[in-house]
């Protein structure tokens, strides 16, 4: 689906964001992309989606260079940005105007969506709350059937009974044949939904590991004390939240935001663990 080899990528001729980013994505997985501010998180989507160009280096996207901006790509590219500028029109002039570019679009799909996320039909767009067009982006974005769906902050300004129902309608969404990335700084919003891991940090990927192998290499735990086989604590109220070595094989749950905590603050520790 894609592949990433040697980009490099700055803003600044004098200052890369990305040196020699090297990285494969496959169908059927929904990555969670995670960041500190400032690592490159929404940039690395928009060279994806062709927004932006790298300096050198080459991406491939379903066996095209998005920088080209080809129809036969970007038809099946669906980019729903984290800032949203929808027009003074109701929902069926938006259909008109913008689900013929893409030729899978499911109406069928889309109604049902709107109707899952409780959007008043017949609003004007510009109307509506940050929420409510947050959600109808979400919609339209998943009943154009891309094949690669590119979300950059999604749950900002979903309060949570809706961000309980886009996780279960992502979770739904996903087929074999479809590469889903969700951007985002709030890690919690991603818990029990993402596949695999990716995470930037000093201009380049620092993790990429699906759950299962961080759940089989690592274990998440309480614990009174910390010792020697601890590569990361925060405190807790009853001891400390802990990540460490899976030595004896034991099943825990990955704790994302402790996780994104740990490989801040100790990437060389991590490094044996993950190639």
Avoid: W
């Amino acid at each position: 689906m894609i592949k990433i080899d040697n980009l490099n990528f700055g803003y600044s001729k004098h200052k890369l964001l990305f040196k020699n980013m090297s990285m494969q994505l496959s169908n059927g997985h929904i990555y969670g992309l995670l960041g500190k501010n400032g690592a490159g998180k929404s940039t690395l989507l928009k060279n994806l989606a062709g927004l932006v160009y790298a300096q050198s280096g080459t991406l491939d996207v379903m066996g095209f260079n998005p920088a080209k901006r080809q129809p036969q790509l970007l038809e099946q590219i669906c980019f729903i940005p984290e800032e949203l500028y929808l027009p003074s029109v109701k929902i069926d002039a938006y259909l008109k105007a913008n689900a013929p570019f893409y030729k899978n679009f499911n109406h069928e799909y889309f109604d049902s969506l709107i109707k899952e996320f409780d959007i008043p039909a017949g609003n004007k767009l510009i109307n509506m709350s940050y929420g409510q067009k947050k959600k109808f982006i979400i919609a339209f974005g998943l009943a154009t059937e891309a094949k690669l769906i590119i979300m950059d902050e999604p749950t900002n300004g979903l309060d949570i009974p809706s961000k309980a129902q886009f996780r279960k309608i992502m979770a739904s969404a996903l087929t074999e044949d479809k590469c889903i990335i969700i951007s985002t700084h709030q890690v919690r919003d991603l818990d029990n939904l993402i596949d695999t891991v990716i995470m930037l940090d000093d201009n380049d990927v620092a993790l990429k590991a699906s759950v299962q192998e961080i759940t089989e290499k690592l274990t998440f735990k309480k614990i009174k004390e910390v010792d020697e086989s601890i590569i990361y604590a925060e405190p807790s109220l009853s001891g400390f939240n802990a990540v460490m070595p899976n030595y004896h094989n034991e099943e825990s749950r990955l704790d994302m935001e402790l996780l994104f905590n740990a490989i801040l603050a100790e990437k060389t520790k991590f490094k044996p663990l993950f190639n």
